[in-house]
């Protein structure tokens, strides 16, 4: 079924509610999902980075909205 989305006249923040309602219906078969080789190459150097302390963690709804203000940030006037 062709999924069309009003993407042009979509705020930034319609634009990420879109893709979290996606994810959220994607993520309740992640036996569905398959992730490409080079992800585990990254996790493997997240995982060092835990190991010797430089990580840096923080809460997901903290993470959303320093990439929301960033997103605004870039908005075109």
């Known amino acids: 079924m062709p999924v069309e989305l009003p ?5 930034h ?7 979290e309602l996606l994810w959220a219906e994607l993520s309740k078969t992640p ?6 080789a080079w992800h585990r190459d990254v996790l493997r150097s997240r995982r ?7 990580a840096r963690f923080q809460s997901w709804g903290t993470a959303m909205d320093e990439l ?7 908005q075109a006037p």
């Open 7 to 11: 993407l042009a006249q979509m705020t």
């Open 13 to 19: 923040d319609e634009k990420l509610q879109a893709m």
């Open 31 to 36: 036996e569905q999902l398959t992730s490409p």
């Open 48 to 54: 060092g980075q835990v190991q010797q302390g430089q």
């Open 68 to 74: 929301r203000a960033e997103l605004r940030g870039h």
